[in-house]
């Protein structure tokens, strides 16, 4: 990671001096009173994203040397000299239309295995993450998005860079090329300064590749942080709002600037809920952007789920505060915004067609109930039309968790009669949770199948679940091969921070993580699961 902390807003003066400063106009409170001239404040793009190279430099420095270790290390293969060696840090001038063009033929394939690591990357990556078909109405995000852009760039342009870095980053999960994650940093270094400078360029600044990249370098940045176990910083994710805005009308010239569009609001949304931020007045200004022709089901949850990022931010400080019990009015007022919220998100399953809906399987009643018990939880395992849809359901069912998590903890702070409506509504929340921790575990074999390692390629021995009838289809193997934990990582740890599930549910749960850890070589992404969710009192327990 090179994200240094929160970025100050404070005047150069204050800065350097490393005191407060209060940013009033035209000059602040600390160089007036010690009669200093105030140099003002920095633009908005200065402080969401800023050059970092002294930060990216020592990284980067550090990545090289184990970059060129370990491929120094790495068996050549036939043919193979270091005399033709690619100098490090440099991707062969190769032309990204000629890689789109073989990539939509569904030839995308390292053309040998001389070729340098960057290039296998950038291939693997387009054919295991983009190049894969997926339904119309489960787009919100972007990858999408990245092959058009893709093929009339540069291979030195910002864009190209951005790809290679996240390319770097992601494949580096499998055992084999694990020297990947070592030299991503040198190319994520290189597409900081490159996106600097375009987003003070009047033209670049609102060009779809200059977006696109910035949301390839919060990609990068969440799959680091996933690996190393730390919370993302939301840097990125800043930036690419604070250039939404600036873009204005350029948002909705075309269908994929409006996707673009879409996705920037569905990570910051995402980014929000995890760090309970409240995200009411940047979904205004993204709405207000937003063509009213770009609608579906998933673009529909991001919307409704960004008043769940507000009631979080609203009660997680009351809830919370160790120095201040909340008294009765603010638990109650908690619980009336919760309920009012969940009434919302209610709604979008209402909006989600049939070929949305899971079907049971029974692919792995042949196993054995030992081993089943590893893959399987309670003998559920549903099918969804792919992985893509697979994830927008886990959303909002992360989503409704976060509610009932609210709800139970303001109402195990009142002091409840046994007979009182709200300690029925306490019974409800968790048979809710129940229900919907289930849902979530109904997916893990659907996500993950039987693997166990290898990263994000697909493996012949693994089986996936099927509807009986038909085979799994190679793309769908493709994308939970390498999606398939990514797109479990939150929704898991938000499950597992359930409190009165069956016995064992919670252990199983954790394995899976450690499974998902296992598979991508991260770090386990969730400690002490219930430390941070006080117990209701249950009068009559679950129902």
Known sequence: MVYGGKPSAGCKNCRQRKIKCDERKPACTQCTNTGRVCPGYAHLFDLVLRDETESVSRKVQRGKRGGLKAVAEAPRTAGQSSGGQQPRGTVPPTSNSAIATTASSGLFLPRSFQDPPEQQAVNSFFT???????????????????????QNTRHDSLLSLATTAIALAVQGASPKMRHYRDISPSYFGKALVKTSRAIRDPVESVKDETLMAILLLSFYERVLAVAEAKQASGVHDTGAVAVVRHRGKENGKSELSARLLLAVQTQVVEHCIQTSAPFGKISADLDSLRPNTFDNAASRLTSLSASVSDLLAFANPILRNRNEFPSREQLNTI???????????????????????????????????????????????????????????????????????????????????????????????????????????????????????????????????????????????????????????????????????????QEWILRQIERIQRIYTIKNPIENPTSSMPTPSCPGGRG
Not at 132 to 140: A, F, T, V
Not at 359 to 376: G, N, Q, Y
Not at 406 to 434: D, F, H, Y
């Open 128 to 150: 295991t993450y983009i190049l894969i078909p997926r339904h119309p109405y489960s787009r919100r995000g972007y990858l999408d998005c990245l092959l058009p852009l893709y």
């Open 335 to 505: 619980i009336d915004y919760a309920t009012k919220v969940e009434s919302q998100l209610s709604t979008w399953p209402d909006c989600v067609i049939d070929e949305w809906w899971w079907k049971p399987s029974h692919t792995f009643d042949d196993l054995p109930s030992h081993e089943r018990k590893l893959f399987v939880y309670n003998r559920r395992v549903d099918i969804y039309h792919d992985i893509w849809v697979a994830s927008v359901w886990n959303s909002y069912r992360s989503a409704v968790l976060m509610i009932q998590y609210t709800v139970l903890q303001a109402l195990g702070m009142l002091n409840l009669p046994p007979l009182s409506a709200e300690a029925t509504r306490i019974v409800s929340s968790i048979n809710k949770v129940q229900e919907i921790v289930d849902d979530i575990c109904g997916t893990v074999p659907f996500n993950l199948g039987t693997k166990t390692f290898g990263g994000p390629s697909d493996r012949k021995e693994v089986r996936y679940p099927d509807d009986g009838t038909t085979k799994p289809s190679n793309d769908y193997r493709r994308s939970a091969a390498g999606l398939g934990g990514w797109f479990l990582a939150e929704p898991l740890k938000t499950a597992a921070h359930a409190i009165s599930l069956r016995e064992g549910q």
